[in-house]
Each structure stands twice: as C-alpha cells, then as structure tokens.
C-alpha cells in the first residue's frame, strides 16, 4: 500500500522560511518522479516543483529562486525548502510521485500540508 504523507506546514510571516517534509513508503521510490503541487483558495491547483530520479529539478517561474526541492533516496523522503516567502505562497501543498511505464500514468498523492504567510 503507497502512503504519501506530508508534514512541515504552518503560519509564517512574509520574508520567511519553511521546510516541507514528504515521508512516502510503499513506492519504488528512486523510480518516481516526486513533486510538489500547490492550490491556493480559489486557484487551480499547479506545480511547485519537480525532481526526476536522477536529481533533475524544474521550478514554476514563481518559486524559483527561493524554494529547492531535493530527495532522499534511501529514507525515501522529499523535502521542499521554502525561503523568502510571500503571501502568494499562501495554499495547500501537495506531494506526489509519478513515474509512466509503458502507456500508463501512476501516480500518487498525499493529503496536503497547509501554508499561510502573513503580510
């Protein structure tokens, strides 16, 4: 059974930092794709950032800069690092990992992990 479990979210003020935690079992974890998704009050959800298996990282335009993703391969944890935050920031984050074999798509998600930044 894959469980996806995130942790780390909280109220921080704007200019701040916060670490996101993403504890997952139950994947063959270093054949993943994991990402982190956001969805902010009444926005559509979008991609934060993503880390391949082999340690390539992508950032939406927004975060770059300030947040890094990374991986542990061997506690089979993602982290996000979240400096210089702004009140934009402010959403539910979503880990979950992905991985295609042949034609079909897997992936899996966690319950989402709230940040709110205060102006």
């Known amino acids: 059974q894959v469980r996806i479990v995130e942790s780390g979210g909280g109220l921080v003020q704007a200019g701040g930092s916060l670490r996101l935690s993403c504890a997952t079992s139950?994947?063959?974890?270093?054949?993943?794709?994991m990402a982190w998704s956001r969805q902010a009050p009444g926005k559509e959800r979008e991609l934060v950032a993503n880390?391949?298996?082999?340690?390539?990282?992508n950032y939406a335009d927004s975060v770059k800069g300030r947040f890094t993703i990374s991986r542990d391969n061997v506690k089979e944890i993602v982290y996000l690092q979240m400096n210089t935050l702004k009140p934009e920031d402010t959403a539910v984050y979503y880990c979950?990992?992905?991985?295609?074999?042949?034609?079909?798509?897997?992936?899996?998600w966690g319950q989402g992990t709230s940040v709110t930044v205060s102006s």
């Open positions: 139950g994947l063959t974890f270093d054949s993943y794709t």
């Open positions: 979950y990992g992905q991985r295609q074999i042949l034609t079909r798509l897997l992936d899996y």
């Open positions: 880390i391949t298996s082999g340690g390539s990282t």
